[in-house]
């Protein structure tokens, strides 16, 4: 019986790729927590607890303003100490009203801003250590003696620097854009107002948090080519990569611009600066593809303008140029020499 059993031929337990990538994303995930997670919600919170350190001084300040000290709006005015906000807006008409509230939507980008400074250097730095940092402590020889490729290892990386972090950030930055509406609200509560009719009625909270959603797309594609350089850099450095990563590219650049090397090209020196040196480091940085979209004629004056320039058709209006493309195929190039050079300084 033993030998028939052995005669038959055994499975071997195969993992699907999805799997294997989970599990890898998982270990970044876990590895970097502190940045990918707690980084961008603390830098939330921070702005959350300032603006209610500035609505309580703002509160203790009109205080101790005169009894008989008076604010002018359209229409009338009133005085500052019992102040009732809903006189503030009782008299202004629709126009005026929808320029309110692109004042609090601008607020509510500025708010939901923080998160995503924050992972521009999450980003940076954890591209700049993904590979080298492997190898310094070693670490890399557990990795390898796994079935993972070195390919499933660095796309890994990159999914968790271009889709995972970005996700998380914007997931921060929409917590916060309601935690500043919730700390508006109760400010208008304090002092007679309605919120719904003075905040979430002019205000587009929705509208903003859709926009910083459906932007993570356009941050994947556009933030390969400095994805791709630093970790080409993590990779091939023995030390230092950060000098290197940032000596290399400003080095490219002064030589460059001391013998007008462009000019072979018809182009300028800040050609070259814009699209090789900033692309190669600031593309992390979310929000500098605005650079190349296509604003087009803004139809609104004011504050609501804000909505024409960080439109869906703004935005997605950089897929029709080169410079995202170009970048992209750069940056998956930079990445597949990634790719090689692991397992080239690994095996070495």
């Keep these: 019986m033993n030998a028939i059993n052995e005669s038959l031929p055994r499975t071997v337990a195969t993992s699907h790729p999805t799997h294997t990538y989970g599990m890898l994303l998982k270990r970044e995930f876990w590895e970097h927590k502190g940045g990918f997670f707690w980084a961008p919600l603390m830098a939330g919170g921070i702005l959350l607890l300032l603006t209610l350190m500035g609505i309580g001084a703002g509160e203790v300040l009109l205080r101790k303003v005169p009894d008989r000290a008076t604010i002018n709006v359209e229409g009338g005015s009133f005085q500052v100490n019992g102040l009732d906000l809903s006189q503030l807006t009782a008299n202004m008409s629709p126009d005026e009203l929808r320029e309110f509230g692109g004042v609090i939507d601008a607020s509510l980008y500025m708010s939901a801003s923080w998160p995503f400074i924050v992972l521009a250097f999450v980003v940076f730095f954890y591209c700049l250590g993904s590979l080298y940092d492997d190898r310094r402590d070693r670490s890399v020889l557990f990795w390898k003696s796994l079935p993972i490729s070195d390919r499933d290892t660095v796309l890994s990386k990159v999914i968790s620097a271009t889709l995972m972090a970005p996700a998380i950030a914007a997931i921060a930055a929409v917590l916060t854009v309601f935690g500043s509406m919730i700390l508006y ?22 509208k903003v948090s859709a926009h910083l959603i459906a932007s993570l797309p356009i941050y994947a594609l556009w933030a390969l080519p400095t ?9 091939w450095a023995k030390s230092k990569p950060f000098l290197w990563a940032i000596m290399i590219p400003i080095f490219a650049g002064i030589f460059v611009s001391w013998f007008d ?34 604003v087009g004629g803004i139809d609104v004056d004011g504050p609501q303008a804000i909505h024409s320039v960080l439109s869906l058709r703004t935005m997605y209006s950089v897929l029709a140029t080169p410079q995202l493309w170009v970048g992209a195929v750069a940056g998956a190039a930079m990445i597949f020499g990634a790719i090689r050079l692991r397992r080239w300084r690994d095996e070495g």
């Design 261 to 294: 090397l462009m000019q072979l090209f018809d182009l300028g020196s800040g050609w070259f600066w814009q699209n090789v040196v900033a692309r190669s480091l600031l593309s992390v940085v979310p929000g500098t593809w605005f650079d190349v979209a296509n």
């Design 185 to 206: 609200s109760l400010m208008v509560l304090m002092h007679g107002g309605n919120p719904i009719t003075m905040l979430w009625g002019p205000a587009s909270p929705l």
């Design 227 to 235: 994805v791709g350089w630093l970790m080409l850099c993590s990779a």
